[in-house]
T-cell receptor, first 110, second 113 residues
Framework: GQSLEQPSEVTAVEGAIVQINCTYQ??????LSWYQQHDGGAPTFLSY????GLEETGRFSSFLSRSDSYGYLLLQELQMKDSASYFC???????????FGTGTRLTVIP | DTAVSQTPKYLVTQMGNDKSIKCEQNLGHDTMYWYKQDSKKFLKIMFSYNNKELIINETVPNRFSPKSPDKAHLNLHINSLELGDSAVYFCASSPLAGGNEQFFGPGTRLTVL
């Protein structure tokens, strides 16, 4: 089986930096993805880590430590439009699908 | 141009009815998926098709039947709808099976009364 744990809610101030953590337990881990979902919208892909380290894409970065079964999404220079739910998702070796975490609702306040 | 489209966007129906949701992708992807997102926003895979062939069939009641007439379309038919089927259903696609980057449709909000 597999499990992913994320905080259910995070609140941060506009312009600040926020980190959303994800710990996972799975067999045959291949990589960790992050998705953003605004209320009423569809999940959209943000990033993917297969190797240890930090991947940066503009204001968003994602980190993976395979030895710790841990990753995080880092959002910098927060904007009001970043208020959304963020999901980590595991890609398992031999599997043909992603297994999603329960999501973290980020609220950005002025 | 819409990459992954679903119809209808909203579906309100009575218990016991049969309904279908359609999905189309114009990205040229080989793999398509159906997910169910419940009221707690948990996103769970239901089915996956690769080039019209079923490759994932999670523990889903057999009242749910997917059908892929070609690799650009994946439809979902639901028989004898139950209250617990109320959820948002998302179609998604990826270039290959097991893709880490999946492209989601806008979702279909199903409400069973």
């Amino acid at each position: 089986g597999q499990s992913l744990e994320q905080p259910s809610e995070v609140t941060a101030v506009e312009g600040a930096i926020v980190q959303i953590n994800c710990t996972y337990q799975t067999s045959g881990f291949y990589g960790l993805s992050w998705y953003q979902q605004h209320d009423g919208g569809a999940p959209t892909f943000l990033s993917y880590n297969a190797l240890d380290g930090l991947e940066e894409t503009g204001r968003f970065s994602s980190f993976l430590s395979r030895s710790d079964s841990y990753g995080y999404l880092l959002l910098q220079e927060l904007q009001m439009k970043d208020s959304a739910s963020y999901f980590c998702a595991v890609l398992q070796t031999g599997a043909n699908n992603l297994f999603f975490g329960t999501g973290t609702r980020l609220t950005v306040i002025p | 141009d819409t990459a992954v489209s679903q119809t209808p966007k909203y579906l309100v129906t009575q218990m016991g009815n049969d309904k279908s949701i359609k999905c189309e992708q114009n990205l040229g992807h080989d793999t398509m998926y159906w997910y169910k997102q419940d009221s707690k926003k948990f996103l769970k895979i239901m089915f996956s098709y690769n080039n019209k062939e079923l490759i994932i069939n999670e523990t889903v009641p057999n009242r749910f039947s997917p059908k892929s007439p070609d690799k650009a379309h994946l439809n979902l038919h639901i028989n004898s709808l139950e209250l617990g089927d109320s959820a948002v259903y998302f179609c998604a696609s990826s270039p290959l099976a097991g893709g880490n980057e999946q492209f989601f449709g806008p979702g279909t909000r199903l409400t069973v009364l």
